[in-house]
T-cell receptor, first 117, second 108 residues
Framework: EAGVTQFPSHSVIEKGQTVTLRCDPISGHDNLYWYRRVMGKEIKFLLH????????ESGMPNNRFLAERTGGTYSTLKVQPAELEDSGVYFC???????????????FGSGTQLSVL | AQRVTQPEKLLSVFKGAPVELKCNYS??????LFWYVQYSRQRLQLLLR?????SIKGFTADLNKGETSFHLKKPFAQEEDSAMYYCALKGSNYQLIWGAGTKLIIKP
């Protein structure tokens, strides 16, 4: 089966510009998560979609970040305007059910390396 | 507070030696803990979870509630075990709370 795909794999932009990251989850996976790893720090949760609805967006750092999942399929994460501290690796993950039950696990994309100069 | 601590950023051992990657957690309820691994040029993937009490690729991890630990162990390290290892805790809202990761290097 096709895995979780993320695009682009790398993005280099200047401070103040806008960048949009895309994630295509595994087909049929209702749950989609965004995570971020800033250099030298732990991976942090950003938000969680169940189908097209935002289940939890408590990890979004500020209102410069906007995530959407129209139609409950792919998701986009837009950063506008980008700041230096937004640099890091943005991971997307999906699961069929909610994380936790015995047979449930997250499938991760390869990540998008974002560099804001 | 919900937190995961991996005290070692880097762990280097010789092939054939035992490996122990440390993980401590802070969680008020009944924890669900995971180990994820990222091999070079590959994506993050689940290695094992405490609830299934499994052994994957020779690795095991036991939840010790008294010490609030979930250390990852393997009796004999292999070169292909070299990777980045992350301990994670399922948070109250179904998200994962991550440790900072430990880079494991197996020397030949």
């Amino acid at each position: 089966e096709a895995g979780v795909t993320q695009f682009p794999s790398h993005s280099v932009i200047e401070k103040g510009q806008t960048v949009t990251l895309r994630c295509d989850p595994i087909s049929g996976h209702d749950n989609l998560y965004w995570y971020r790893r800033v250099m030298g720090k732990e991976i942090k949760f950003l938000l969680h979609f169940v189908k097209e609805s935002k289940q939890d967006e408590s990890g979004m750092p500020n209102n410069r970040f906007l995530a959407e999942r129209t139609g409950g399929t792919y998701s986009t994460l837009k950063v506008q305007p980008a700041e230096l501290e937004d640099s890091g690796v943005y991971f997307c993950a999906s699961s069929q059910g909610l994380l936790g039950p015995l047979n449930e696990k997250l499938f991760f994309g390869s990540g998008t390396q974002l560099s804001v100069l | 507070a919900q937190r995961v601590t991996q005290p070692e950023k880097l762990l280097s051992v010789f092939k054939g030696a035992p490996v122990e990657l440390k993980c401590n957690y802070s969680y008020s309820g009944s924890p669900e803990l995971f180990w994820y691994v990222q091999y070079s040029r590959q994506r993050l993937q689940l290695l094992l979870r405490h609830i299934s009490r499994e052994s994957i690729k020779g690795f095991t991890a036991d939840l010790n509630k008294g010490e609030t630990s979930f250390h990852l162990k393997k009796p004999f390290a292999q070169e292909e075990d070299s990777a980045m290892y992350y301990c994670a805790l399922k948070g109250s809202n179904y998200q994962l709370i991550w440790g900072a990761g430990t880079k494991l290097i197996i020397k030949p």
